[in-house]
């Protein structure tokens, strides 16, 4: 069975969304070694950690396999792609 098609008069939920999320398993894993969860303090470095992740300015960047490995295949020094 094909997807629905809009017809215009109705618009379909999923319609021209576009993915704007952003998770790492690696951040989670340095932040519960940094402070304990369920904490406020914790709670105000997820928010903080995540969004200069989101934007390419990962705090753990300097301890993270998953971003020497990407430096590694992109040939650069220091910059990370950014995601949005």
């Not at 993915?19 to 903080?48: D, I, P, S």
Request: aromatic fraction near 10%.
């Amino acid at each position: 069975m094909n997807k629905p098609q809009s017809n215009g008069l109705v618009e379909l939920h999923d319609a021209n969304q576009k993915e704007r999320g952003f998770f790492c398993m690696e951040l989670v894993c340095h932040l519960n070694n940094e402070a304990k969860m369920g904490t406020e303090e914790y709670r105000q470095l997820w928010h903080q950690r995540f969004g200069q992740a989101k934007v390419g300015e990962c705090h753990y960047r300097g301890q993270c396999r998953i971003y020497a490995r990407t430096m590694e295949k992109q040939k650069k020094n220091g910059i990370q792609l950014s995601l949005f």
